[in-house]
């Protein structure tokens, strides 16, 4: 069955600075990826969707990348602030298509010091 | 216009009573989900509603989890005969339609079984 990776749990960086996410996934490549945020003691918020056929993705300062020749997906923020701060996940068709059943990472944990 | 609600939003049980969380979608979204996510964890998928498709209930742990959806209305989580390691959150996404659409959650419910 699809499994995802999340390499990080936690990752500290400096405000201003580039945070880059990675997210791993083995078996069959996914028809999309997306990127979810999950501040605590709430459910997630959606971000950004990237198809099979995208190599690239940007909204503000997001930018999502999609290499199905890696399995990769990397999740950039640039110009990082403390409010940024917070559990970013991946998630991609659980069954390979577009069903639109999630299968989720076990997200990352950013903080973003001042 | 109105996102995904949940209620109770907290519900402290003792174990071996039954217990129903509700999920009121986004109104004409026809996907509904329910996950789980214990603490620290990642979200666990327990079940999916498409229109009125036979729901996906492969996530569901046990025969002691149950789901049902009015049409395309609210829906209702019941956990019978709950065991302390039903404790979690329990969160509800729903989506306008089946395919590669974005998630949108509610708040969850916490659930603790004492």
């Known amino acids: 069955s699809q499994k995802i990776e999340q390499n990080s749990e936690a990752l500290n960086i400096q405000e201003g600075k580039t945070a880059t996410l990675t997210c791993n996934y083995t078996?069959?490549?996914?028809?999309?990826l997306q990127w979810y945020r999950q501040d605590p003691g709430r459910g997630p918020v959606f971000l950004l969707l990237i198809r099979e056929n995208e190599k690239e993705k940007r909204k503000e300062r997001l930018k999502v990348t999609f290499d199905t020749t890696l399995k990769q997906s990397l999740f950039h923020i640039t110009a990082s602030q403390p409010a940024d701060s917070a559990t970013y996940l991946c998630a991609l068709d659980r069954y390979g298509g577009s069903q639109g059943n999630l299968i989720f990472g076990k997200g990352t944990k950013l903080s973003v010091k001042p | 216009g109105a996102g995904v609600s949940q209620s109770p939003s907290n519900k402290v049980t003792e174990k071996g009573k039954d217990v129903e969380l509700r999920c009121d979608p986004i109104?004409?979204?026809?996907?509904l989900y329910w996950y789980r996510q214990r603490l620290g964890q990642g979200l666990e998928f327990l079940i999916y509603f498409q229109g009125n498709s036979a729901p996906d209930k492969s996530g569901l742990p046990s025969d002691r989890f149950s789901a049902e959806r009015t049409g395309e209305s609210v829906s209702t989580l019941t956990i019978q005969r709950t065991q302390q390691e039903d404790s979690a959150v329990y969160l509800c996404?729903?989506?306008?339609?089946?395919?590669?659409?974005?998630?949108?959650f509610g708040p969850g419910t916490r659930l603790t079984v004492t």
């Open positions: 109104s004409g979204h026809t996907a």
């Open positions: 078996n069959y490549s996914p028809a999309y």
């Open positions: 996404a729903s989506s306008p339609r089946q395919g590669a659409y974005e998630q949108y």
